[in-house]
């Protein structure tokens, strides 16, 4: 059985099926900050997200990040990687990307173990 979390018109913010949790791409909030502060919105999203699904970020499986400048590599691997739990540091591909709204510089896609 497949549960959906927040289920809108064009999408859900989160599907569990068979034990793993599938998340949206996660954007900031408040576009207006640099892309560290960015970083961190969205992180905290995922962490929410995954705290709903009963798992957590060292259980995620897969992580896929969209800059939109690549510019802001090094300012986001530093949020990331201290955001991380020590010795759980996911598979992860980073590429630049056009984003839906000219004011958000990162988007994060999460898949993660479910406990």
Request: aromatic content about 6%; charged content about 20%; cysteine-free.
């Amino acid at each position: 059985m497949i549960k959906r979390f927040d289920v809108g018109p064009r999408l859900s913010e989160m599907s569990i099926f068979k034990g793993v949790a599938y998340l949206a791409g996660q954007v900031p909030d408040d576009a207006t900050a640099d892309i560290a502060g960015q970083t961190r919105q969205v992180l905290a999203a995922i962490d929410a997200l995954l705290s709903r699904a009963g798992s957590d970020k060292s259980r995620i499986l897969m992580a896929q990040i969209f800059l939109v400048d690549l510019a802001d590599f090094a300012a986001m691997n530093a949020v990331w990687e201290a955001w991380l739990p020590a010795g759980d540091a996911p598979p992860r591909a980073t590429v630049q990307a056009n984003l839906a709204k000219p004011e958000w510089k990162i988007e994060i896609v999460v898949t993660a173990a479910v406990a």
